[in-house]
């Protein structure tokens, strides 16, 4: 089944793409995809979003849906 996985400012560069379509054996959380686009357990403060929504990486994704992670926004 295949999700759309985005990433967005540094973490676009760190892990080297900005969006792509990946096919997973689901069910499958939004925190193991970001264990397996990056090799490593998320850190406290990446958000991450189902389907443009905030949503926690104990959420279970389906297939056809979108999932994004961006590092947390500093204003000033």
Same mark, same amino acid.
């Given at each position: 089944? &295949?999700?759309?996985? @985005?990433?967005?400012?540094?973490? @676009?560069?760190?892990? #080297?793409? !900005?969006?792509? &379509? %990946?096919?997973?054996?689901? =069910?499958? +959380? *939004?925190?193991? *995809?970001?264990?397996? *686009?990056?090799? @490593?357990?998320?850190?406290?403060?990446?958000?991450?979003?189902?389907?443009?929504?905030? &949503?926690?990486?104990?959420? +279970? %994704?389906?297939? #056809?849906?979108? %999932?994004?992670?961006?590092? =947390? %926004?500093? #204003? !000033?």
């Amino acid at each position: 089944m &295949s999700v759309k996985v @985005r990433c967005f400012a540094s973490l @676009r560069e760190e892990l #080297g793409f !900005g969006d792509k &379509s %990946v096919e997973y054996q689901l =069910p499958l +959380t *939004i925190g193991e *995809i970001w264990m397996e *686009i990056s090799g @490593r357990p998320a850190p406290e403060n990446l958000l991450c979003a189902l389907n443009h929504e905030y &949503s926690k990486f104990s959420q +279970t %994704v389906q297939d #056809g849906d979108e %999932v994004a992670f961006f590092p =947390p %926004v500093n #204003g !000033g």
